[in-house]
């Protein structure tokens, strides 16, 4: 994802797919309903709109810039959905439950963002990653020190999405000087 490739969602299935078994042995219900009804589905929407905009030379996604009016909506729709998730993660009696809803708004935003095509979801990435990072640290300081492996992930993800936000400015700037931003 932080090259523009769109084949970094293959990958990503099969990522979100373990993650959301570790997420419910752990009972992190809010991981798992964060993989199974709204990573999966924003991911199907996301390869849909990555293989229709596609700069044919370098192989990458076409980099959109949104709307101010979008993204107001879209972050406000978060604060109204943030209560929802909270509620329903509490229904599950989800540990951590304050940290795991926001795990689920930075997911959403990221996963939304990154569909529509937008370097905004690098940095929804970056601050999911940091929520992750803290979701696993406080069992594992707990003493579940066997689920330092499942730590390594956010980690390297983090890494990974600082590049990209590097990665994408590098591409659209590319992109807008051969005239096929969007």
Partial sequence: ??????????????SVFFYGIVSFNQGYYGELIITAFLTFPIMIIGIISWLRHQD????????????????????LSQLVFFWIYYF???????DLLVISTISVVT???ASYFEARRSELSLFCYIANDLVIITLWTIPIINGQIDLISVLVGPILLLINDIYGSYNWK???KKQEEKGISE
């Fill in 88 to 94: 329903i993660l509490k229904a599950f009696n989800t």
């Fill in 56 to 75: 044919k030379e370098e192989d990458t996604v076409i980099i959109s810039s949104l709307s101010k009016k979008e993204i107001i909506i879209t972050l």
């Fill in 107 to 109: 997911s959403v935003l």
């Fill in 1 to 14: 994802m932080s090259k523009g490739k769109v084949e970094s969602y293959f990958v990503g299935f099969i």
């Fill in 170 to 172: 590098r591409l659209k």
